[in-house]
């Protein structure tokens, strides 16, 4: 398996991760964000919520390009390249064309935002993303008054991502977001986590993370964005239109036909920590809510 | 054949309880050395499901294995005892470390989620079959009554693999390989069965 070498590699990955854990003890108690590899300012918009460990964000995943078990990204995502890197952004912009990523990336304000990550399977974790606002891209590219919604693709590269080379989706993965889901300041383009470049497993190099919404909204491993006048198809939408809807809020109120999503597990809070209530829109009702005005959520899920 | 036969007659049937127990000895063991995964509670919920399904397979095997001549009718008491244990510690580990004794929630699941009722259909339906599993059971029901009753052990992997096939987003192939195993071990018993008279001489 060929793997690019990276500083972690000069020292053995367990002594990294202690070393890692001590660091981010020391910056917290002497709030010095200094030592993160990636330099990015803390947000006001992050959660206080204690973060899940960088083993239980990276082993965990569901990134069915690389296989449909949890452990399977991380297995098999080793061998995917993510340099160089580009992202198609097309339809109703000022400014259509092929980005190289670090082009994209170049002026956008990088920030640390400790999401709540909820997936629609009834768990959920707590991510420290490094990342900067969607809004960013869309201005610097002009988005045209007929836009109405935002399209995004993953990769498709079978020879890379094993998972492909099964049809039972129907590559590549799509998600969308209505304009004004994706001119939010909570919506974010994640490059990293943790402080370090964001891991394959996790949607490398690029990736969406809409912390209100259902974790398969979040697409991974982004290489095009399409600003269109219609509601976009969506994967899990085409795949299962009664059980995944394409806004995908989380909703304490909405069971997915399958089981309640009053509740949810936290991984890493151990085999007897139970359950924990489930908030609207995954705790940021306050900051979205108004997104949805008049809208009945139970019928537009 | 007759050699394996004559091996399994050999064979007592605690060593297929002791045997059937390791998977649950290794279950416990990996809990307590936190070496499960990182979501310790899914683990141990799937792993006891997949072996409750895997033990109910092998014990509705054996009657298929017997027309074609492997004799393991001593053991399939033990496999069936196992897979209501395996099926039982899976409904424990759902109502206690999956839903967090959420009395609420489990209620409204068995009523309103067509996979959980399917798995307690199945649980209920090993219910009778473990109860009647004894010697004196048998006698008491005699072996005609005992062995129609004994026929829930096919409602119960119909319901547990359809339980399985519910709760799977998509079509994997460890779905696909439970459902045709069912399928095929519950088709063998609709072949017309060869009567001992009838029987043509090889």
């Known amino acids: 398996m060929s793997r690019r070498l990276t500083w972690s590699d000069v020292t053995p990955k367990p002594v990294w991760l202690n070393r890692r854990h001590l660091i981010?003890?020391?910056?917290?108690?002497?709030?010095?964000?200094?030592?993160?590899?990636?330099?990015?300012?803390?947000?006001?918009f992050s959660t206080d919520a204690t973060p899940n460990t960088y083993e239980e964000i990276t082993s965990y995943n569901?990134?069915?390009?690389?296989?449909?078990?949890?452990?399977?990204?991380?297995?098999?995502?080793?061998?995917?390249?993510v340099d160089p890197w580009s992202v198609v952004i097309d339809g109703l912009v000022d400014k259509p064309g092929t980005y190289d990523l670090a082009d994209l990336v170049k002026d956008q304000a990088l920030e640390e935002r400790i999401y709540r990550f909820r997936c629609v399977e009834a768990w959920s974790m707590v991510i420290p993303w490094i990342g900067f606002e969607l809004s960013g891209i869309l201005n610097r590219v002009g988005v045209q008054s007929g836009a109405?919604?935002?399209?995004?693709?993953?990769?498709?590269?079978?020879?890379?991502?094993?998972?492909?080379?099964?049809?039972?989706?129907?590559?590549?993965y799509r998600e969308?977001?209505?304009?004004?889901?994706?001119?939010?300041?909570?919506?974010?383009?994640?490059?990293g986590l943790y402080g370090e470049p964001m891991p394959n497993q996790n949607g490398a190099p690029i990736r969406l993370v809409v912390p209100w919404k259902y974790g398969f909204k979040s697409i991974k491993s982004i290489v095009r964005i399409s600003l269109v006048a219609e509601m976009p198809p969506t994967t899990w939408n085409m795949l299962q239109p009664s059980e995944y809807g394409f806004y995908a809020n989380v909703n304490p109120t909405v069971d997915h036909p399958r089981w309640s999503q009053a509740s949810e597990r936290l991984v890493g809070s151990g085999l007897f920590a139970g359950r924990q209530d489930t908030l609207m829109f995954n705790g940021y009702e306050a900051e979205v809510a108004g997104l949805y005005a008049g809208q009945d959520l139970a019928v537009d899920y | 054949m007759d050699r394996l036969n004559g091996?399994?007659?050999?064979?007592?049937?605690?060593?297929?309880?002791?045997?059937?127990?390791?998977?649950?000895?290794?279950?416990?063991?990996?809990a307590v050395q936190n070496s499960l995964g990182v979501d310790p509670v899914k683990a141990i919920e799937h792993r006891l499901g997949e072996l409750g399904l895997q033990f109910l397979l092998a014990s509705l095997a054996v009657t298929p294995l017997r027309r074609v001549g492997l004799n393991l009718l001593r053991f399939r008491r033990a496999l069936g005892l196992l897979a209501f244990a395996y099926v039982s510690l899976h409904l424990v580990a759902w109502v206690w470390l999956d839903m967090g004794l959420r009395w609420a929630e489990v209620v409204a699941d068995l009523w309103k989620r067509p996979y959980v009722i399917l798995g307690m259909v199945g649980f209920l339906a090993l219910l009778p079959l473990a109860l009647t599993s004894t010697n004196a059971a048998i006698r008491r029901l005699g072996p005609k009554s005992w062995g129609r009753l004994h026929r829930l052990a096919y409602v119960a992997i119909l319901a547990g693999v359809l339980h399985?096939?519910?709760?799977?987003?998509?079509?994997t192939a460890e779905v696909l390989v439970y459902a045709g195993l069912a399928v095929v071990l519950l088709g063998v018993r609709l072949l017309p069965r060869r009567s001992a008279q009838g029987r043509v001489p090889a």
């Open chain 2, 7 to 30: 091996y399994a007659r050999r064979v007592p049937t605690w060593v297929v309880y002791g045997l059937g127990l390791v998977p649950l000895a290794l279950l416990v063991w990996g």
């Open chain 1, 176 to 191: 969308g977001l209505r304009l004004d889901e994706a001119m939010h300041p909570l919506t974010l383009m994640a490059t």
């Open chain 1, 24 to 44: 981010t003890g020391a910056a917290a108690l002497a709030a010095t964000p200094a030592l993160a590899r990636i330099e990015a300012s803390p947000s006001t």
């Open chain 1, 62 to 81: 569901n990134f069915y390009e690389f296989g449909t078990g949890k452990e399977d990204p991380a297995l098999y995502s080793g061998g995917l390249t």
């Open chain 1, 148 to 172: 109405k919604f935002v399209a995004f693709e993953t990769l498709v590269r079978p020879e890379e991502m094993p998972g492909q080379q099964s049809r039972f989706i129907e590559w590549p």
């Open chain 2, 164 to 171: 399985l096939v519910l709760l799977s987003k998509v079509w």
